[in-house]
């Protein structure tokens, strides 16, 4: 029985404020400028995974190999750039208001992404009014269900959703955590992720990840490798610094049981991303398995997930920590109902990456209690911006601490002199 007992009626903006005059989706063309792409680097940054000719590696030009669902296959086991990891590359939105305001948002999608925003997704954000973003997201939802879903159309919608929360901030000349019912803690806690741990503990941040460097197709010798490559970190850092372990999907269900047994010694954080995002079920039985195993590391996952739809399978799939992506699944209006859902069934949120925006939402929700900080210095020896030169003032970390400012939105200065934008969908 529908519920829809008086007809609907469609909003309309508010008389006398200010409506939303254009949605413009750009490309940078300059060759070296980061943005969100953290993998167009060359093979010689850490990040790259690539180790010498004999597999090993000194930590200068080359670098434990990382591994990921590609690794499998001889052709593209090497460094991540060998089947393109970076290939498609960020996109910034700017929406503009009658008044002249620009809000600014990111994702990653390049020109692909670029098209869903112009050619479809600003029809239901052009006319209207900054204020109601619930509506907009769920038009822009619905309208691209048929497409999207998942992936490159939800990123669209998040690059959309961050421009739309940062130009409310500007209207309403308050800092976007604010918008969001305001600070949980002073400043945001953040771990690096890293190649480094024991720089990462030098340079004072709260804990550090490191990818793990081999993958079921290595074999036993590869776990053995696995093993003793944590446990070299475990006594570099000692026995009390936080250490994290990330699998970008490379392992499968007993692979990954396996290693969490053996690197129960090691009092690991967390263990993360083992399995493709979409082996709901093999997630179901790994969070038994790991039970089973009285491993204190949680079992972390959701940085390739999507809505509230996506994490809701997660969470009951029984992972223990969440990792949602703020700039991929699908802005801060769904961000903060995946961080309320996941604190009611007693599941952990930390942000995936994606700099400051994740701080934005940590500093929001009372249930994140730390952030990650992703070293781009090739040699994960130097503080770097996670953006590299999209912005031109992005916060950084100061002794494992993010103190955010006041500035309206999210504060970002676009660095258009570096950026050589164009505009491929202009209308
Ligand atoms: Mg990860």
């Known amino acids: ?42 093979d010689t940054h850490w990040i790259m995974g690539l180790p010498d000719a004999t597999g090993g590696w000194d930590q200068q030009t080359t670098h434990p190999p ?12 090497g460094s991540r750039s060998s089947w393109g990891v970076a290939r498609v590359p960020t996109v910034i939105v700017e929406i503009e208001d009658e008044e002249g ?38 038009q822009m939802w619905r309208s691209s269900i048929h497409y999207s879903r998942k992936g490159l159309g939800v990123h669209a919608i998040s690059a959309i959703d961050l421009a739309l929360w940062d130009l409310a901030g500007k209207t309403l000349e308050e800092p976007v955590y604010n918008l969001m019912g305001g600070r949980t803690k002073q400043r945001v806690p953040v771990y690096a992720t890293t190649s480094r741990p024991d720089l990462a503990q030098a340079l004072g ?42 699998c970008y999907m490379a392992l499968d269900l007993h692979y990954t049981a396996d290693l969490a047994r053996a690197l129960a010694p090691f009092q690991l954080k967390w263990i993360e991303e083992p399995l493709m995002p979409d082996e709901y079920a093999a997630h179901a039985k790994l969070a038994k398995k790991l039970e089973g195993l009285g491993t204190t590391a949680y079992f972390a996952t959701g940085e390739h997930e999507y809505t509230r739809y996506g994490f809701q399978q997660l969470i009951e799939a029984g992972v223990g920590l969440l990792q949602p992506d703020v700039m991929w699944m699908g802005g801060p209006t769904e961000f903060v109902r995946v961080a309320a859902q996941a604190q009611a069934q007693g599941v952990a949120v930390v942000p995936h990456g994606c700099g400051v925006y994740g701080y934005y939402m ?30 031109k003032n992005e916060p950084l970390p100061e002794a494992g601490y993010i103190l955010l400012p006041e500035t309206p939105g999210f504060g970002l200065e676009l660095n258009r002199d570096a950026l050589n934008l164009v505009r491929p969908y202009a209308r």
Not at 369 to 387: G, R, V, Y
């Open 362 to 391: 940590a500093m929001a929700c009372d249930h994140i209690n730390l952030a990650e900080f992703m070293m781009m210095s090739e040699q994960a020896d130097t503080i770097e911006p996670n953006f590299g030169s999209l912005f």
């Open 101 to 138: 305001r620009i809000g600014l948002g990111a994702s990653t999608g390049g020109e692909a992404a670029a098209f869903i925003i112009e050619q479809h997704l600003s029809m239901f954000v052009e006319g209207q009014n900054v204020r109601d973003r619930t509506l907009l997201w769920e």
């Open 205 to 246: 941040f709260h804990g550090a990840k490191v990818p793990l460097p081999y993958g079921p197709s290595a074999g036993s010798e590869g776990l053995r490798k696995n093993v003793d490559f944590i446990g070299h970190w475990r006594d570099a850092v000692g026995a009390d610094f936080p250490l994290m372990l990330d």
């Open 66 to 77: 990382i591994t990921n669902p590609m690794s499998r296959y001889p052709k593209y086991s």
């Open 1 to 42: 029985m529908s519920l829809y007992i008086a007809p609907n009626e469609d909003i309309v903006p508010t008389p006398g404020k200010s409506r939303i005059r254009e949605v413009r989706a750009y490309v940078s063309r300059s060759t070296e400028y980061g943005a969100s792409d953290v993998h167009d680097t060359p």
